[in-house]
């Protein structure tokens, strides 16, 4: 069974621009979150989706947004581009997001902000 | 506060050496508890799962959760270098997962 695939794994972009990351869940499953990680604040969530319908949010600014399609893919979009945002950016996939089913991570996109 | 606690390490032990990692969580509602490995440039991997008080062995690692004191913890029997990496303690709540910072361990051959 393919594990969560995420592409692309690297990107270097510049302050302004912006950013489009994708995510392909577990075969099956359909809830979807995306999470930032840096050394000094670790895992930090963003948002989670579900049947195409974002269900909880992170403490973002509104430069970060996301979707999810039907084959619950997902898609996560960065504007504006700030030094700040240069992380690991990991994607994972549960069967429906509910408290008793555990995550499991892709690879991450890894995002350099010159 | 935060939801999860752990330290960051780094913690470095010999080969061979029974390793402790533990995380404290605030929230008596978390039921369910994970524990995950993130070696450098890779996502984190899923490595135990446990539900209530006890403990849970798989090989070399056991998981312990103690929910009257909100304490989690992971060892590891017999380390291995290859046991080096980041470990990452996680509970859920709806619709969302809590993690700890990750605690560093470097295992010595």
């Known amino acids: 069974k393919a594990g969560v695939t995420q592409t692309p794994r690297y990107l270097i972009k510049t302050r302004g621009q912006q950013v489009t990351l994708s995510c392909s869940p577990i075969?099956?499953?359909?809830?979807v979150s995306w999470y930032q990680q840096t050394p000094g604040q670790g895992l930090q969530f963003l948002f989670e989706y579900f049947s195409e319908t974002q269900r909880n949010k992170g403490n973002f600014p509104g430069r970060f947004s996301g979707r999810q399609f039907s084959n619950s893919r997902s898609e996560m979009n960065v504007s504006t581009l700030e030094l700040g945002d240069s992380a690991l950016y990991l994607c994972?996939?549960?069967?429906?997001?509910?408290?008793?089913?555990?995550?499991?991570f892709g690879d991450g996109t890894r995002l350099s902000i010159l | 506060q935060k939801e999860v606690e752990q330290d960051p390490g780094p913690l470095s032990v010999p080969e061979g050496a029974i390793v402790s990692l533990n995380c404290t969580y605030s929230n008596s509602a978390f039921q369910y508890f994970m524990w995950y490995r993130q070696y450098s440039r890779k996502g984190p991997e899923l490595l135990m799962y446990t539900y209530s008080s006890g403990n849970k062995e798989d090989g070399r690692f056991t998981a312990q959760v103690d929910k009257s004191s909100k304490y989690i913890s992971l060892f590891i029997r017999d380390s291995q270098p290859s046991d080096s990496a980041t470990y990452l303690c996680?509970?859920?709540?709806?619709?969302?997962?809590?993690f700890g910072t990750g605690t560093r361990l470097k295992v010595l051959a």
């Open positions: 996680s509970t859920s709540g709806t619709y969302k997962y809590i």
């Open positions: 994972a996939s549960s069967g429906e997001g509910l408290s008793n089913q555990p995550q499991h």
């Open positions: 075969s099956g499953h359909r809830s």
